[in-house]
């Protein structure tokens, strides 16, 4: 689920944490790591 949302994820200057409409999961510090690297 995690690489599905980095690959939805738009190349847009707003923050990962930011909560999206599609992101009913809130931003766990794994899921962070991964968007940053």
């Given at each position: 689920?995690?690489?599905?949302?980095?690959?939805n994820?738009?190349?847009?200057?707003?923050?990962?944490?930011?909560?999206?409409?599609?992101h009913?999961?809130?931003?766990?510090p794994?899921?962070?790591?991964?968007?940053?690297?």
């Amino acid at each position: 689920m995690i690489i599905v949302d980095l690959m939805n994820f738009p190349p847009s200057p707003r923050p990962p944490i930011t909560p999206s409409p599609h992101h009913p999961i809130t931003p766990s510090p794994r899921l962070h790591v991964k968007l940053q690297e």
